[in-house]
C-alpha cells in the first residue's frame, strides 16, 4: 500500500459518504446500509481532524443508527 492509500480520509469525504448511506438507507431501510452509517459515524467520532461538535453529533447519532441496524431487515436491493 502506498501512503495515500493509508492516511485517514478527510472528514468532508466521510461526512459526504455518511450521508449518501443515509439517503440510501431511506430509500431501501436496509439494516446493511443502517450498519454502515453507524460505523462511519463512530468513524467520525474518532477522527483526529474532526470538530468536537462534529464527533458529539456523531457520537450520538451512532447509537441510534446501531439500534436502527439491529431493527431493520437486510434486503436483496443493489445499493
Do not use: F, K
Amino acid at each position: 500500500m502506498d501512503a495515500v492509500s493509508c492516511s485517514p480520509s478527510r472528514v468532508e469525504t466521510v461526512i459526504a459518504a455518511t450521508l449518501y448511506l443515509m439517503n440510501a438507507y431511506r430509500r431501501t431501510r436496509c439494516s446493511r446500509l443502517a450498519a454502515c452509517v453507524a460505523a462511519h459515524l463512530v468513524y467520525l467520532t474518532r477522527h483526529q481532524d474532526a470538530d468536537p461538535l462534529i464527533r458529539a453529533v456523531c457520537r450520538e447519532m451512532s447509537d441510534e443508527w446501531r439500534t436502527v441496524a439491529e431493527t431493520s431487515r437486510p434486503c436483496q436491493a443493489v445499493h
